[in-house]
């Protein structure tokens, strides 16, 4: 597989795993991690799977030359650089792990390119956060421009208190660290940007588009996505299955990765 160099430098691209597998698993981060986040789930498929890996433009290290914010401000940008790699690399009927935006990111690219992806998993997911007439997102439009008021007047304090809500397990703190760290290493410029784009989004009316087999993933006490909208993807996504992770916060993968590695292997064995 060879990709386009400026593909490769825009998205950070690495490959890794069997690479002799006819089978490849493509990993999308989410706000304010990077492909490293996927550390302690990689391993558990790197056997039987050729693994791809990306930073999303303005994470990690992406080429940061390539953020424009006009562009940035809606998804489907974040969709077509995705569809752009699977193109570059030759992919179809992969496995795609989607956590938080990317899920969304993931679902938009499956619906643009059929047969891109066979399996998805998605993992601390949602269509909308803001809460609407007979929808609960979890946030009220107040609360999110508190919270981008927060990011612009102060984004260091702001970055400590969220990491440590978003993150939860209190008797981890290292975990929270080592979030605040990754939040930290962003241009607040950027992170505001991509905060705004991800929280003003809504991609509720594709759902019932979609086609593939879809695996979601919920955590306990998740600020960012509650429960109800786990169940509501569930409801409209046809062809998929919710499984509520033991584990507390937005980011499993990290605190609990013995958790999502068995529940995305039962279900691929499926």
């Known amino acids: ?16 795993g069997n690479l002799e597998s006819t089978k490849t698993m493509v990993f999308g981060h989410g706000f304010g991690t990077d492909q490293r986040i996927w550390g302690k789930i990689v391993p558990a498929f790197s056997e039987n799977y050729r693994i791809v890996l990306y930073d999303n433009v303005g994470a990690g290290k992406s080429d940061l030359d390539c953020f424009i914010p006009e562009k940035y401000r809606s998804l489907d940008a974040y969709a077509d650089d995705l569809q752009e790699i699977c193109s570059a690399l030759q992919l179809k009927d992969a496995v795609f792990v989607g956590h938080s935006v990317s899920g969304m990111i993931g679902l938009l690219a499956a619906l643009n390119v059929p047969g ?41 304090e702001w970055v400590g208190g969220f990491s440590k809500v978003a993150m939860r397990n209190d008797h981890k703190p290292d ?13 607040p ?24 087999k879809v695996l979601i993933l919920q955590a306990q006490k998740d600020i960012a996505v509650p429960q109800e909208v786990a169940e509501y993807l569930h409801a409209r996504i046809k062809d998929s299955k919710l499984v509520m992770v033991n584990a507390e916060g937005h980011y499993p993968h990290v605190s609990a990765p013995e958790e999502v590695i068995a529940a995305i292997q039962d279900f691929l064995a499926l």
């Open 116 to 156: 891109l992806f066979s399996e998805m998993v998605l993992i601390g997911a949602s269509p909308r956060y803001l809460n609407d007439k007979n929808y609960v997102g979890g946030f009220h439009q107040a609360e999110l421009d508190s919270l981008y008021f927060q990011m612009r007047a102060n984004y260091v």
């Open 1 to 16: 597989m060879i990709a386009s160099p400026s593909i490769f430098r825009r998205n950070n691209i690495k490959i890794a």
């Open 175 to 187: 975990l929270s660290k080592e979030f605040e760290d990754s939040l930290l290493s962003l241009r």
């Open 189 to 212: 410029d950027i992170s505001l940007e991509v905060a705004k784009s991800i929280f003003q989004s809504d991609f509720r009316l594709i759902l019932k588009f979609v086609e593939n």
